[in-house]
């Protein structure tokens, strides 16, 4: 169980990386 929990946290962190990233490319694009 424990790993399965770590994996979905590393996954979940990754996504909110991406979406960051976007978002600033976003803010500087404007």
């Known amino acids: 169980m424990k ?3 770590d994996r979905r ?3 979940s ?3 909110q ?3 960051i990233r976007l978002w600033v490319a ?3 694009s404007q």
């Open 9 to 11: 946290c590393e996954r």
């Open 17 to 19: 990386g991406i979406l």
């Open 3 to 5: 790993n399965a929990n």
């Open 13 to 15: 962190e990754a996504s």
């Open 26 to 28: 976003l803010l500087r």
